[in-house]
């Protein structure tokens, strides 16, 4: 059984900084690429960034790119999205999902098998 387990959301200022972990039990760790997404409410969920499972290849929203950086520690079998220079707009409750295809950037949320329970980011203006 995977488990996918986020943590680090909570309150900041505009122009602050949060990074939230992601640990994925239950496999091997470097056996999948994880995503990021969120959803605010009223919004559909939506693509934030992705690492593949050596963490050689990543990709971005448009709207986080250049602030937020996604990583992974494979000997700790956590990743980690550093949110900078946060934005009202970045408000949301935060997902954390694992593919089971290691070599993949999934863009979309049907990709991801697996899910956390999702983390909430609040951004104060």
């Known amino acids: 059984q995977v488990q996918v387990v986020e943590s680090g959301g909570g309150l900041v200022q505009a122009g602050g900084s949060l990074r939230l972990s992601c640990v994925v039990s239950?496999?091997?760790?470097?056996?999948?690429?994880v995503g990021w997404f969120r959803q605010a409410p009223g919004k559909e969920r939506e693509f934030v960034a992705a690492?593949?499972?050596?963490?050689?290849?990543?990709s971005y929203a448009d709207s986080v790119k250049g602030r937020f950086t996604i990583s992974r520690d494979n000997a700790k079998n956590t990743e980690y999205l550093q949110m900078n220079s946060l934005k009202p707009e970045d408000t949301a409750v935060y997902y954390c999902?694992?593919?089971?295809?290691?070599?993949?950037?999934?863009?979309?949320?049907?990709?991801?098998?697996?899910w956390g329970q999702g983390t909430q980011v609040t951004v104060s203006s």
């Open positions: 239950g496999r091997t760790f470097t056996s999948t690429a």
């Open positions: 999902a694992a593919d089971s295809r290691p070599w993949r950037l999934g863009l979309t949320a049907k990709e991801y098998g697996y």
């Open positions: 690492i593949n499972w050596s963490g050689g290849s990543t």
